[in-house]
Nanobody, 117 residues
């Protein structure tokens, strides 16, 4: 079992920045792909970034160049740095861990991000 706890959400003006954190209950980054998803009201949950156990990162076009995923293995924490935020970035942001061998998925409870003036 893996518990994930997100933090760092809040209200920010358009053009601003936020850094989200996802703390894992144990050391799994060497055996898991970590990802950030978001879900806006009325929309499906969508992927915004992931980092593999080997350190490869990937982003969809709508956040590429603005969002950066990173991890601190010593702190068992994954981050999502979000810059140049837009109102359409508003939503609940979730952290997910997928274990490489079992393909088991673990989700955090989510953290709200609101981009508004």
């Amino acid at each position: 079992q893996v518990q994930l706890v997100e933090s760092g959400g809040g209200l920010v003006q358009p053009g601003g920045s936020l850094r989200l954190s996802c703390a894992a209950s144990r050391s799994i980054f060497s055996i898991a792909t970590m990802a950030w998803y978001r879900q806006a009201p009325g929309n499906e949950r969508e992927l915004v970034a992931f980092i593999t156990s080997g350190g490869t990162t990937n982003y969809p076009d709508f956040v590429k160049g603005r969002f950066t995923i990173s991890r601190d293995n010593a702190k068992n924490t994954v981050y999502l740095q979000m810059n140049s935020l837009k109102p359409e970035d508003t939503g609940v942001y979730y952290c997910k861990a997928r274990l490489d061998f079992t393909r088991s998925d673990y989700w955090g409870q989510g953290t709200q991000v609101t981009v508004s003036s």
